[in-house]
């Protein structure tokens, strides 16, 4: 197998095993945040348990999410030598700047985490979910500058292949920053509200319980709350990013839907099966005029195609499918969302949490995972042949180094123990939490403690 594919296989493992950890950092502090404020506006038990327990959670995928956080700056330097080389003069601010934002997320939450019963004014302790929320954000924001600046380079002038003039703020606050960061923490903040859905909704299909279903229907409710909001604006974050694509890059545009000819009144494609060599696309649901629509609002904006575009420069194909399942599975979160609220408007309550509904409501996260796995791999195949678009292909900045064949084995056995222990660490967490949290959540340890209570 040749090494620039090795270093595509082993890149890619990493990313997508890191980034089911990078999601859930980034979008469950503000779920945190949510819960413990309602807890205590309310001065409900219920709500400040959650806060409690999917606090503690998330410190394990904290933990994990840092070692693999880590690997893929060592990858960098290891697998792609040459790139690391030339954009590390430009770069290395934000990749400085997120390792900051991560430290300052993981003081406050420290400290967090072991003052719950410390504060007389409990709205003190909430207020330290602020810093916590900031970092977790700020590290998204400064790892995607990084992204973007391999999609649409700037802050440089190259001569005589050498980076000069070099200007790390016009880097990192290159054309494609603002889009994408937008995009990355809204869908984020989605797939973890998504994931605390299927939490509440399986918790509701297997708990008999009334104390058990009330608190659970609480945390559906409120999940549910966050994942339509930020469902809505990943709407307008495609949008956003659609029209961008358009402007800056319209090669990747022009792969995700099977766009060959340059024209007006475009067609959407979602689904269908390519014949490339005839450029036919076969058994797909076509949208009339909706590509061009989403180019540029009208039907008559007129969308590149890839016949307009060097061969050589054409991302691969495959590309379509990750997209049609980005978007496909990601809608499905806003449509359960919005089916949930709508059946509460008239009162159909019953409805509402029917079996066959929590099923529904059950399966939102695990698909909103696979978006954002699906997001990754189109917005990571859309760039190739790049590495830096324009100036550095994958294949010039792969290592020449031997070994890429044991390394990719070692790290993905690496990967499974990680994954596994992750799971068993979270399961045997929770397994034997009932009431005593709430009472402590409620009352506080010192409270409970003078009361006689066991802590």
């Known amino acids: 197998m040749e090494d620039v594919l090795l270093g595509r296989i082993l890149t890619a493992m990493t990313l997508a095993f890191h980034i ?31 806060a409690r327990r999917i606090a503690k959670g998330y410190t394990v995928t904290v933990a994990v999410g840092v070692v693999t956080g880590t690997i893929i700056g060592l990858q960098l330097s290891l697998i792609w030598p040459d790139f ?14 997120e390792t900051f934002a991560f430290f300052f997320e993981a003081i406050f939450l420290g400290i967090y985490l072991y003052t719950w019963d410390r504060f007389k004014n409990r709205w003190h302790h909430w207020l330290l979910t602020i810093p916590v ?9 400064f790892i995607t500058t990084v992204n973007s600046f391999m999609n649409t380079p700037a802050g440089f002038d190259l001569v005589e292949g050498v980076f000069k003039n070099v200007d790390p703020i016009m880097a990192m606050f290159n054309a494609s920053t603002g889009v994408r960061v937008f995009h990355v ?3 984020a903040y989605m797939t973890a509200a998504f994931f605390m859905v299927t939490v509440a909704a399986v918790k509701l299909l297997r708990s008999k319980h009334t104390e058990d279903r009330a608190y659970h229907r609480k945390g559906l409710k409120v999940n549910m709350i966050i994942g339509l909001a930020a469902a809505a604006l990943t709407l307008l974050a495609g949008d956003l990013s659609a029209k961008f694509l358009h ?64 061969k050589d420069e054409w991302p691969p194909l495959v590309v379509h499918y990750f997209f049609d399942i980005m978007v496909i599975f990601g809608m499905f979160g806003l449509g359960v969302s919005a089916l949930y609220f709508i059946l509460k408007l008239f009162k159909r309550e019953e409805w509402a949490h029917s079996r066959f509904m929590l099923y529904l409501y059950a399966l ?26 324009g100036y550095m292909r994958v294949s010039e900045a792969i290592t020449q180094a031997d070994g890429l064949g044991i390394t990719m084995i070692m ?45």
């Not at 030339?86 to 990749?95: D, F, R, S």
């Not at 909103?368 to 830096?388: K, M, N, S």
């Open 247 to 310: 402007n800056e890059q319209p090669e990747k545009l022009a792969a995700f839907e099977w766009h060959f000819e340059t024209e007006e009144n475009a067609d959407l494609i979602l689904f269908g099966i390519l014949d490339e060599e005839n450029q036919e696309v076969k058994g797909a649901l076509r949208i009339p005029a909706a590509l061009s629509i989403l180019s540029g609002n009208k039907p008559s904006t007129e969308v590149t195609g890839l016949n307009d575009i060097p």
């Open 84 to 97: 690391m080389k030339l954009a590390g003069q430009i770069i290395a601010l934000p990749l400085f700047m």
């Open 364 to 389: 939102s996260g695990p698909l909103c995972f696979a978006a954002i796995e699906a997001g990754w791999f189109t917005a990571e195949l859309g760039r190739q042949p790049w590495i830096i678009r």
């Open 411 to 455: 790290f993905g056995v690496l990967y499974l123990i990680l994954g596994y222990t992750t799971i068993q660490v979270m399961v045997n967490m929770f397994k034997n939490e009932s009431a005593r949290d709430s009472q402590i959540a409620y009352y506080g340890k010192e409270s409970l403690m003078e009361q006689g209570g066991r802590f």
């Open 133 to 141: 929320v900031i970092g977790s954000s700020l590290s998204a924001v």
């Open 185 to 187: 923490v809204v869908t």
């Open 20 to 50: 089911i950890y990078a999601t859930v950092g980034v979008g469950i502090p503000i779920v945190i945040m949510v819960f413990e404020f309602l807890g205590i506006k309310k001065n409900d038990y219920h709500y400040l348990t959650m």
